[in-house]
């Protein structure tokens, strides 16, 4: 494993006011408040978001790391989608940088993935909110392969990342009954399935946010390629559209 790169110049953290920020959105949530604060907005969060999203993406290339970004494709929109929920907040109060296979976009399965709130930052990697057909894939992978699952969990554990399963279901899901081995169950029963790592304020405050998510990346990459072998062998979804009107 190579070494990641060392601090990335033009980068020298997410500053305080960044933080600042986000807790006058939470309690401003108007387009005016916004727009009063849009210059805080661009030069704390966003130009530094894209640095990150960059400049990552260059160590992952450098690196030969299958994973990749941009300003364009990696930053989300602080605009919420509010059609289908209760709550009509216009903005989140966090920021989210991804990085994706190259060709996918940043809803397809398996990315690594930063996020920035008030509240906590983390980095992490896995596989959220997939299809149920991709979701069945790594579970029977796990079923097969247990131990190489929990060889890759183990590898990203080593780094000081943890496998995240709190949104799991009672019971195992259809088609999994059987499976009663507590080493992967709780997996087998997870929605999502992720590894993460918990950062500090100080942590994504510091020019040597990049290659710490580059160190963590290397460690989450067996996790990440689990997953991924999982969903190749098992072939592409059905295209349920084409049977419209059959």
């Not at 408040?33 to 993406?57: C, G, H, K, M, T």
């Not at 460690?219 to 072998?229: C, D, H, Y």
């Amino acid at each position: 494993m190579r070494p990641p790169p060392k601090a990335s110049a033009g980068f020298a953290g997410f500053r305080p006011a960044a933080f600042a920020f986000f807790r006058g959105l939470a309690t401003n949530q108007t387009k005016a408040w916004f727009e009063d604060n849009r210059d805080a907005y661009e030069a704390e969060i966003r130009l530094p978001s894209v640095a990150v999203a960059e400049q990552v993406a260059a160590a992952y290339a450098s690196l030969d790391l299958p994973l990749s970004g941009d300003a364009k494709r990696s930053l989300f929109r602080l605009n919420r989608d509010v059609r289908f929920s209760k709550d009509k907040s216009p903005y989140k109060t966090h920021a989210g940088i991804v990085w994706m296979r190259p060709g996918y976009k940043k809803e397809s399965a398996g990315v690594t993935y930063l996020h920035l709130a008030d509240e906590g930052c983390f980095v992490g990697a896995g596989f959220w909110h997939v299809e149920r057909e991709e979701l069945d894939a790594i579970r029977e992978a796990i079923r097969v392969d247990p131990a190489g699952f929990t060889a890759a969990v183990a590898h990203a554990e080593s780094a000081g990342l943890a496998l995240d399963t709190s949104d799991g279901l009672v019971r195992a899901p259809r088609g999994f009954e059987d499976i009663t081995d507590p080493a992967i169950l709780p997996a087998i029963k997870a929605r999502n399935l992720l590894v993460t790592a918990r950062l500090t304020k100080r942590d994504v405050g510091s020019a040597t946010l990049v290659p710490r998510i580059v160190e963590l990346t290397q460690a989450m990459l067996p996790f990440l390629q689990f997953g991924w072998n999982a969903i190749a062998e098992a072939g592409p979804p059905p295209d349920w559209s084409r049977l419209q009107g059959r």
